[in-house]
């Protein structure tokens, strides 16, 4: 097999659980070997997953859930593939520049670029949806367009992928990550996954 893709969760305060919890559930649980010995340990996992933050200081998600990332941006691993969520701590980060420097600089080396609900926001404020079709929330639907005048704003889909994936709000990211995985490894593993987790697939992409 060859070497474990990375895949870096970003989390930041106000990070809305799921949408990095779900992704994080899907990508770590995945194995091209079925069944349950295959889960017992990360050995022959194809994806090694990890949180990063612009801090090593412990990060409150929303609902008060407290998490201490693994690591920050300036320890963490090359990427290859990035997941950018939302919350309520994205409008904040629209305006913070490391942040912002940090996805361009990541997006720019990654394999993949994905991002959960407004998390799309974050990526069309650096320029990555440009000329793309993508979601978010329905919620912030009309601040996607406002943010780049170029983008196609697929309101209804579930997730989409035109070069970078993006995906509808909270619950979505999982379906966005199974999706994810079926192009990586095929859909039987992808299947086998969502067994495994006891989750039905929804393929509704636009």
Known sequence: M???????????????????????EVFSRTRLTAGLDSRRSEKGAPLRVFTVAQTSGEVTATGGLRVV?????????????????????TRPLLENKTTLAWISEVAAKAKKVCSVCTGALLLAKVGLLRNKRATTHWGGYDSLA?????????????????????????????????????????????????????????????
């Open 69 to 89: 990332p693994d690591y920050t941006f300036s320890s963490a691993p090359a990427i290859d593939l990035l997941v950018v969520p939302c919350g309520f701590g």
């Open 2 to 24: 060859d070497a474990p893709w990375n895949v870096g969760l970003l989390i930041f305060d106000g990070v809305e659980v799921l949408d990095f919890a779900g992704p994080f």
């Open 146 to 206: 406002e943010l780049d005048e170029t983008i196609d704003v697929a309101r209804g889909a579930r997730f989409v992928d035109d070069g970078v994936i993006t995906s509808a709000g909270v619950a979505a990211g999982i379906d966005m990550a199974f999706g994810v995985v079926e192009s990586l490894f095929g859909r039987q593993v992808a299947d086998e996954t969502a067994a495994y987790i006891e989750y039905p697939r929804d393929r509704s992409t636009a």
